[in-house]
């Protein structure tokens, strides 16, 4: 993977706080970290990777004395890849074997620190805490000091989330694209359209149906058809009138005969 293609998900000059998800006690339980700011998001940054590669994670954090002694792991893929071991502002290179990396488009980085409560050593605050991030970059091994472009983004369908989010009404499938939609994703969508087969596995790789002339889809249900309007202007459905932006049933009716 190109430095290029990495640094799409470099997140820098973030100087914010990091707290732990859960409350801990005086003892400093090792609690898996949050950003304060989003409270009850999943600890970590998801950064695209090269599965093919070995690469290289760095690190510009800086933990409090208050942290240690403590494990202060960093995780790469739920595996530990090295640990955080001394207090301040600093630097911290770990290499990525690839086998981390394997069958993964995004690699996701977890640390996992001591948090300390500052009211333990005479301050105020009563928040948990445990470190400042500033950086977190991962680009491929031997290309650490390459820098930083503007990232090639390639659209590509993702059968495998499309099937997570698909419900089957009936024999048919809908697909509105914006008008303002860049040709690279126009692209991914024809391939869709080329194969049918592959987003609906019991159609039989049938060319779905060009609507571009009324704007108007179709999709076959056991009890008839409803008819979906993409257009802005009220049209007739193979006699069916359906509103603008709206949907509308002909009960009975099969369109496929």
Known sequence: MTREVVTAGRAFGLAVGIEPAEPVDADGNVARLYNAAAAG?????????????????????????????????????????????????????????????????????????????PTAHGSQDSRTLGLAVSAVDLCAKGAEADPPTCPRVRPEPDWTAAASCLKRLGKGATLVV???????????????????DRRLP???????????????????????????????????GDGAQVPPRGIAFDPGRDVTR
């Open 41 to 117: 998001a999943r600890a970590g940054i998801c950064l695209p990777c090269d599965p093919a590669s070995d690469a290289v994670l760095t690190l510009e954090v800086h933990l409090t004395g208050y942290s240690l002694p403590g494990t202060n792991r960093v995780l790469v893929n739920g595996r530990p890849v090295g640990a955080i071991a001394r207090a301040g502002t600093q630097t911290l290179k770990f290499p990525v074997p690839r086998d981390l990396l394997a069958g993964r488009k995004l690699c996701e980085v977890i640390l996992e620190v001591v948090p300390f409560l």
């Open 178 to 196: 914006p008008d303002a939609t860049p040709p690279a994703l126009c692209e991914a969508v024809l391939q869709a359209l080329a194969h049918p």
């Open 202 to 236: 019991d159609a039989d790789g049938v060319t779905l149906p060009n609507t571009d002339a009324d704007g108007v889809y179709a999709t076959q249900l056991e009890s008839g058809v409803l008819w979906y309007n993409s257009t802005a202007e009220a049209r007739t």
